[in-house]
C-alpha cells in the first residue's frame, strides 16, 4: 500500500506506509493535517525534535500519518500529556491536535490551563462542529439549533467561540483558519510554532457525513463554498465592521508573547539547584 | 531535621519524596489532596534543587497524563494522590500500562467511597489499585508500614517500574503516611537505580513494542532520534493500532505475563514469628504494626500466633499465602476496609483452612487490643 506518486514533502513528513488515511472522502481533516506539515516544513524544524500529540476522535488520527514521535492519548487529555512532555524536554517542539469535543468538552480545563501556564505547545483544533468518530453527536461547537443524533429536535446549547476562550485563558498567540483558506492556516501554524508560549490556532474543518448531511449543508464541496462566502479576515473587520456582520471571522486575532512556563520553570532550577540541602 | 550521619526524623510522606529523589525522579506533576499533600510540597521544594520539574496540574487526569508525558521524554516520574484522586486517575493508570510507560503512582489512603474521611487512616483502595481501570492489566503495588520502609519501597517502585515499563503503586495509609520516624537515608553509592532499558538498533531498525526475550520492548525517549507512535489503543510491535484478534490478545497476555511471570523478582513480604505459629494474621500498611503488638501479647499468653505481612500487595502472592495455609489452622485478615484483600486470600487458603475477617472502617486504626479480641474470642 501507501503512496507510489506522491510529492516530496509527502515523503518526508508522512508515514508513507499508514496512508491513505481513513477520513471520510470530503472530510477537511486531512487539508488541515497538511497545513500543519507545511507549516513544520517551511520553519526546517528537526523532526526528531517535533512531538505531536493527539487525544481521541477523528481528528486524533492525524499524528499516526506524521513521521514525528507522535502520542495518541486518552480522550480529551492530549494537552495534559504534552505538559509532562514539553516540562520534561522544553527543546521539543510539541504540537497537539485535537478536535472540538476533545480540546472544549471532555478537555476543557486542561485547555484553559496550558493557556493560563503560557506553556510552549502549539494547539491546532480540527473544528467540524460535530462529533464524528461516535456518529454524529453535537459538540461544544454545534450552532444552537442545529440537529445532531443527540439533538434529535434542534440542539439547545450555546456554542463556544473557542478562540475567545483559548484568548481569554491566556494564551498568548490565537487565530482561526479553515480547511478552505488553508494557506492563512499554514500561516497561522507557522506564527503559532515560532510564538514562545501556548499559541491556539482554530482550524474550521467540515464534516460533510455527519453535520453536512444533518443539516442539510449540501456535499463537501458546497460546504467548502460555504467557507468561502462565510468567513472573513479580522484585518478587513477592522478597518469595515459593516463586513464582518453575520460572519466568521478568521485571521490573525491576538499575538502577545508573554513569559513562558518552562522558561519560568528554568529560572528558579538555574536559582535554587544545588543551593539548598538535600 | 537532618544530621550529618545520614538520619533524619520525618513524615512518612517525606519519605516518599526522599525515596524518590534516591532512585532518580525528576519529574512530578501532581494536584493536591489530603493526605497525600505533603509528597507533593516537598516534591516543589526539592526538585528544581536537583535540576528535576514539578507541576501542580489542573486535576489529577492531568496529573497522571503529564507523568506519562514526562516519562516518556525519559525522565524518572511520579505523582502522589489520595482515595478520590486515585479514582480520577484511572484511566491513565490504564493508559501507562498497554503503553508500557514506566511510572510510580502514590496513593496514601483515605476514608471513603467518594470523599470519605479526608484526614483518617483507610485501607480501602486495595481493589481500585489492581482493578481501577478497565480491562486486564498487569498491576503491581507496594505496602510499606514505617517510614524507613516508605523510604526504602519508593525506591523499589521506580526500580519495578522501570525495569517492567509499568505503572507501580506505592499504596500506603495515612497512618504511615503522617506518623514521624527515624529515617536512614542513603548515600548515593549505596543506590543502584535500576534504568529502563535503551535500544542498541539504529532508529530505522526500532520496533516500539517489540519485546526482547524478558517480555519487555527496549524504551526509547521521544526526542532522541528514535521516531515513532505510541497509544492507549491495542497495537502491534510497531506502535500502530491493530484490529488482530491474535495480536490483541498476545499484547494483553505478555503485559499481564511480564509481571506474574517475574513475580519473584518484585515480592516483598515479612513474616513474624511465623515458625510455629498456629494462627497466622495476615496484615499490611499501618494494622500490621497494631499486629505485630497484638501478637506479642498473646505469645506472652502461649498462643502460638504470627503474622505474615505482604509488602508486594499486587500482584497477589499466592504461593506464599498456600504455604501458609498449608500449615495453619486459622487465618485472619486484618485490614482498614470491610474485607477485600481477605477475598484474595479466602480464593486461595480457603479450601484449606478457615480464613476469618478483622475489619475497622471507622477512620481509625484497628488497634491491638480489637486484634487480641478477635482471635481469642474476647478471653485476653
Known sequence: MGCTNCSDITKKYYRIERLPHIWCPGCGHGTLMNTVVRAIDKLGLNKDEVVVVSGIGCSSRAPGYLDFNTLHTTHGRALAFATGIKLANPKLHVIVIMGDGDSSAIGGNHLIHAARRNIDITTIVFNNNIYGMTGGQFSPTTPHGDFATTAPFGNIDKPFDLCNLAQGAGATFVGRGTAYHALLMQKLIEKGLQNKGFSFIEGLSLCPTYYGRKNKKGNALKMHEFLKDNCVDKRVVDKDPEKGKNKILIGEFYNNPKIEYTEGYQVIIDKFQKLGEM | ?380
Open chain 2, 1 to 380: 531535621m537532618s544530621s550529618k550521619d545520614g538520619y533524619k526524623l520525618v513524615q512518612g510522606n517525606e519519605a516518599c519524596v526522599e525515596g524518590a529523589l534516591a532512585a532518580g525522579m525528576r519529574f512530578y506533576a501532581g494536584y493536591p489532596i489530603t493526605p497525600s499533600t505533603e509528597i507533593a510540597e516537598i516534591s516543589a521544594q526539592k526538585l528544581p534543587q536537583v535540576g528535576g520539574k514539578f507541576i501542580q496540574m489542573e486535576d489529577e487526569l492531568a496529573s497522571m497524563a503529564a507523568i506519562i508525558g514526562g516519562s516518556l521524554t525519559g525522565l524518572k516520574s511520579m505523582t502522589a494522590t489520595s482515595g478520590p484522586g486515585f479514582s480520577l486517575m484511572q484511566e491513565n493508570i490504564g493508559y501507562a500500562a498497554i503503553a508500557e510507560i514506566p511510572c510510580v503512582v502514590v496513593n496514601v489512603q483515605r476514608g471513603g467511597p467518594s470523599t470519605g474521611m479526608p484526614t483518617s487512616p483507610s485501607q480501602g483502595d486495595v481493589m481500585q489499585a489492581k482493578w481501577g481501570t478497565h480491562g486486564d492489566h498487569p498491576a503491581v503495588a507496594l505496602t510499606p508500614n514505617s517510614v524507613q520502609e516508605t523510604y526504602e519501597y519508593t525506591i523499589k517502585a521506580f526500580d519495578i517500574a522501570e525495569k517492567y515499563r509499568t505503572p507501580v503503586v506505592l499504596l500506603m495509609d495515612e497512618t504511615v503516611g503522617h506518623m514521624r520516624e527515624k529515617l536512614k537515608v542513603k548515600s548515593s553509592s549505596e543506590i543502584e537505580a535500576v534504568n529502563r532499558k535503551k535500544p542498541t538498533c539504529k532508529p530505522e531498525e526500532y520496533k516500539a513494542y517489540r519485546p526482547d526475550e524478558d517480555m519487555i520492548p527496549p524504551f526509547a525517549p521521544f526526542g532522541n532520534g528514535y521516531r515513532y507512535h505510541v497509544t492507549g489503543l491495542t497495537h502491534d510491535e510497531t506502535g500502530f493500532p491493530t484490529n488482530s484478534n491474535i495480536i490483541s490478545g498476545e499484547l494483553v497476555q505478555r503485559l499481564v505475563d511480564k509481571i506474574e511471570k517475574n513475580i519473584d523478582d518484585i515480592t516483598y513480604y515479612e513474616e513474624y514469628k511465623m515458625d510455629d505459629a498456629d494462627i497466622v494474621i495476615i496484615a499490611f500498611g499501618g494494622v500490621s504494626r497494631a499486629t505485630k503488638s497484638a501478637i506479642d501479647h498473646m505469645r506472652e499468653n502461649n498462643i502460638k500466633v504470627g503474622m505474615f505481612r505482604p509488602i508486594t500487595i499486587w500482584p497477589f502472592l499466592d504461593k506464599q499465602i498456600n504455604q501458609i495455609a498449608d500449615k495453619a489452622k486459622e487465618i485472619y485478615v486484618a485490614e482498614m476496609n470491610l474485607g477485600q484483600y481477605f477475598l484474595e486470600v479466602d480464593r486461595v487458603a480457603g479450601k484449606k483452612c478457615p480464613v476469618k475477617k478483622i475489619n475497622k472502617i471507622s477512620g481509625e486504626l484497628i488497634t491491638p487490643e480489637e486484634i487480641t479480641y478477635a482471635v481469642t474470642g474476647g478471653r485476653l
